[in-house]
């Protein structure tokens, strides 16, 4: 028997907030926090314990408020300090912690220190973003014809490296005649850790924010902070994004977030999780724990890549539901006893998990059902993002036009350009795609603009709120919104469901994904057994050997079932059970 080593958001349920795209209370078509704080009370009788909180801070809105302006004043289009500090005292009245978005590899052109910074090459403010001179093109293998330059200039950047959003990562500034590094686009300059005033500053914001009474931090791509020495170029010859090789999980990433950690978070009872690209088990140890950098969590996105092919993010496959197994068994495995799981199949940046994991057609009830069944009986912290609870689906894009993402026009275009991309296949992938999917308004009722505003929205509401909405799901004992909220008391009322081992079983099984959760700890000797049937088809059930006949109930189901003991069935099309052995 050992101690539970427990944790508040070990335990916790998170409801992440777009708040764009939420609910809007002055009816001018965009989501607000006056808007949020009109539907504290949902969020509260859904009973999640958390809220992560898009940004909202000031911004001119290149990239929906990734690229800030201002960290310690909110957006005008959201509201005000006041707004945002009664939306706080409303969650944490109803027992609600909040965190907020920590975006500091980069900030908007607008922010006064690169306002500064781009005044000279002498400006206060210089070091605080990647400054550099270009090279001569005849000595690197990069066209100028490539990059957006005056035609008396006749440079290439400093480097080979590319932008997330597509593009060469560097921007050349008139006025200074010097480049500067922007890892997604160019409104969004990286700022350069390097500079020990700038961590300073980042430093004092955090404490600022916790100090207003936040309860922690998601930290948007936090392992690029730290570039290498000299800015060399990309060298691997398998990356879609050139350079990633050298600037993500950077020499001095662990120095810098452990500094961070000692400076702001060491004492606090803060919540943090870290949006990481390519990462391994062993490098998400470092930045996890005592023994790592002191984050909570990470977010790892293994499984979010299955559908890509090697061309990256901008391509398609089909994956299958063991290839979803065999990702996230290894991550539980790997984490067992060093760090812990964030739990999650869509966000703000991914399409809608029914419409990408489940089938949002038939068995779109059934299917949702069951990737919340695997999300909250998984071991680590599950993580709703809004919408997910009615089951919304991906938005039937008709072209780009349509598209507000800058994201997904960027890449789209330039893979158009580079002919990667064939036109008439341009469409299918936006709409399996694009982020956008994500962000169209959340939806209440069955009114024209599904109850999220009362004027024309930001983005198209989704014609499926008829049936899809919050007002049906809450009067239908049977719905999505309701199955989420007894998963949700499951877990605080089972510690089994937080804190038991992860043992998979039948790992060679096509479609079944079968698991344990036990927990020998404290006095307790509690077992549960999961089967999830991945797919539209009747699937036979045989149990494992050492169960077989077990005497047990059904403490959750996405079907109407009743069993004494663990036996031989067959399971329905996407049916989800979680048997109680205890």
């Excluded at 452990?258 to 004492?267: I, S």
């Excluded at 999505?480 to 039948?506: A, C, N």
């Amino acid at each position: 028997m050992t101690d539970i080593d427990r944790a508040w958001w070990k335990e916790a349920v998170v409801y992440q907030i777009y708040p764009r795209s939420f609910n809007d209370s002055d009816g001018d078509g965009l989501g607000d926090i006056p808007g949020i704080i009109e539907k504290v009370d949902y969020l509260a009788d859904l009973g999640v314990d958390c809220i992560w909180l898009n940004p909202v801070y000031e911004s001119p809105g290149v990239d929906n408020g990734y690229d800030i302006s201002d960290y310690r004043a909110i957006m005008d289009e959201f509201g005000s300090m006041a707004d945002w500090e009664e939306l706080r005292d409303a969650l944490h009245e109803r027992g609600i912690r909040l965190i907020m978005d920590l975006v500091v590899n980069h900030t908007s052109d607008e922010h006064a220190w690169f306002v500064n910074s781009q005044s000279g090459k002498d400006a206060e403010y210089r070091d605080y973003y990647w400054w550099r001179e270009g090279r001569d093109p005849e000595k690197t293998d990069l066209d100028p014809e490539d990059y957006d330059t005056p035609d008396d200039v006749e440079e290439v950047p400093p480097n080979n490296w590319e932008s997330f959003f597509g593009g060469p990562a560097w921007a050349y500034d008139d006025q200074t005649g010097e480049w500067y590094l922007h890892l997604f686009d160019e409104r969004m300059p990286d700022v350069n850790w390097e500079t020990p005033a700038l961590r300073e500053e980042l430093f004092e914001m955090m404490e600022w924010w916790l100090d207003h009474g936040i309860d922690g931090f998601r930290m948007d791509v936090i392992n690029l902070i730290s570039k290498p020495d000299g800015l060399p170029d990309g060298e691997d010859p398998t990356v879609i994004v050139e350079g990633v090789d050298k600037f993500v999980n950077g020499p001095r990433v662990h120095e810098y977030l452990g500094e961070l950690h000692d400076r702001v978070l060491d004492g606090t009872d803060s919540m943090t999780v870290g949006e990481m690209a390519d990462l391994s088990i062993e490098e998400a140890k470092r930045y996890v724990g005592e023994d790592g950098d002191g984050m909570s969590m990470v977010f790892t996105f293994d499984h979010m890549r299955l559908d890509m092919t090697d061309a990256g993010r901008w391509s398609h496959r089909e994956s299958s539901p063991r290839e979803l197994k065999e990702s996230m068994t290894h991550w539980q495995e790997g984490l067992a006893d060093e760090g812990w799981n964030s739990l999650f199949l869509n966000n703000h940046d991914e399409p809608r998990q029914v419409s990408r994991f489940g089938d949002d057609d038939e068995y779109r009830r059934e299917s949702a059902k069951l990737l919340a069944t695997l999300l909250h009986t998984l071991r680590g912290t599950p993580y709703i993002y809004q919408g997910e609870e009615l089951g919304m689906t991906n938005y039937p894009f008709d072209s780009l036009d349509e598209v507000r993402d800058v994201d997904t026009i960027k890449n789209v275009r330039a893979a158009q350009k580079s002919g990667r991309l064939d036109e008439s296949d341009v469409m299918d992938l936006v709409r399996y795609r694009t982020r956008d999917n994500a962000r169209t308004p959340m939806q209440w009722d069955d009114s024209e603009h599904a109850g999220f505003t009362d004027d024309e929205p930001w983005m198209p509401v989704n014609s499926n709120n008829d049936h899809i909405n919050a007002e049906d799901a809450r009067d239908d004992p049977d719905s999505i919104w309701h199955y989420y909220r007894d998963l949700i008391s499951l877990r605080e009322d089972r510690d089994v469901v937080v804190y038991g081992d992860y043992d998979l079983r039948l790992p060679d099984h096509e479609s079944l994904w079968v698991y344990t959760r036990t927990l020998e700890a404290e006095g307790e000797d509690d077992t549960l057994l999961v089967a999830l049937n991945f797919g539209g088809d009747e699937t036979t059930f045989e149990p494992p050997a050492d169960l077989a006949g077990d005497s047990a109930e059904i403490l959750i189901s996405n079907y109407d079932v009743n069993v004494d003991a663990v036996e031989s069935t067959t399971l329905q099309p996407w049916e989800a059970r979680v048997y109680d052995l205890a």
